[in-house]
C-alpha cells in the first residue's frame, strides 16, 4: 500500500539552529500539504501544493520557515532559526489533487526544540 | 470562514457499547467532510469520508458516520466499541470542491473505551 514517507521521525534541535524536514508523498498526488500539530489538538494547516505551485501559505510564518516542492513531486519544509514555541509535530499529507479528495498523512516529525 | 467544532474533549465508553464523537460544521457551499483517527506518535488515518450521497456513510474498522445537513453534524458512529477504538479522532471538512481547497480540523476528540 502506498504511503506518505517523511524523515526523520524524530528530531531535536537547539534554538537558534535551522531544522529541515522531508516529505515524499504517494506517487500520483498532485497536493502536497504542511500541517503543524501541538500536542493535543488538531493539526494545523502551514502551507499546501498543487504540484510546485504554492496555493495556501497563509498561516506559514514566514520570516523563518520556508517551503519548497521544486519539480512537484518531494518537498521540504524548513525553519532557521528554531524557537522553542516551534516543538510539535509536522505532518505531510498528499491527496490526488482532482476534487474535494481525502488526504493521506505521513507517520510525522516529532520536534523538539531546547 | 469554514470551521469544524468537536464539542466534547474525550468520550469514555465502555466496551460492547455503541459510541458517538460528535462533529459540527460550518461551510459556505457543499460540505466535503471526513473523518481521521490518530494513535500515539502517529500520523492520521483516513477512516470515512462525506461527499454526495448517501447520509449514512460507512468506512475503516466497522466505523461509520451519519451526515445530517439541518442539523450542520457527522458525527461517527460504531454499534459496538473495542478497546483498540482507544485513540484521538478528528474531524475535518474541505472548504470548496477543488484540489486547491483547503482541509480543516477540529480540536479532537479523546475515545477511552474502558474492558
Known amino acids: 500500500e502506498a504511503e506518505v514517507a517523511q524523515s526523520p521521525r524524530y528530531k531535536i534541535t537547539e534554538k537558534s539552529q535551522a531544522v529541515a524536514f522531508w516529505c515524499d508523498p504517494i506517487?500520483?498526488?498532485?497536493?502536497l500539504y504542511w500541517y503543524r500539530q501541538i500536542l493535543g489538538q488538531g493539526p494545523e494547516l502551514l502551507v499546501q501544493f498543487q504540484d510546485e505551485s504554492v496555493v495556501d501559505d497563509s498561516q506559514l510564518p514566514k520570516d523563518r520557515f520556508s517551503a519548497e516542492r521544486l519539480k512537484g513531486v518531494d518537498s521540504t519544509l524548513k525553519i532557521q532559526p528554531a524557537e522553542l514555541g516551534d516543538s510539535a509535530m509536522y505532518l505531510c499529507a498528499s491527496s490526488l489533487g482532482r476534487g474535494p479528495t481525502e488526504a493521506f498523512f505521513g507517520q510525522g516529525t516529532r520536534l523538539t526544540v531546547v | 470562514a469554514q470551521s469544524v467544532a468537536q464539542p466534547e474533549d474525550q468520550v469514555n465508553v465502555a466496551e460492547g457499547n455503541p459510541l458517538t464523537v460528535k462533529c459540527t460544521y460550518s461551510v459556505s457551499g457543499n460540505p466535503y467532510l471526513f473523518w481521521y483517527v490518530q494513535y500515539p506518535n502517529r500520523g492520521l488515518q483516513f477512516l470515512l469520508k462525506?461527499?454526495?450521497?448517501?447520509?449514512l456513510v460507512k468506512g475503516s474498522y466497522g466505523f461509520e458516520a451519519e451526515f445530517n445537513k439541518s442539523q450542520t453534524s457527522f458525527h461517527l458512529k460504531k454499534p459496538s466499541a473495542l478497546v483498540s477504538d482507544s485513540a484521538l479522532y478528528f474531524c475535518a471538512v474541505r472548504d470548496g470542491y477543488s484540489s486547491a481547497s483547503k482541509i480543516i480540523f477540529g480540536s479532537g476528540t479523546r475515545l477511552s473505551i474502558r474492558p
Open positions: 506517487s500520483g498526488h498532485a497536493t
Open positions: 462525506y461527499i454526495t450521497g448517501d447520509n
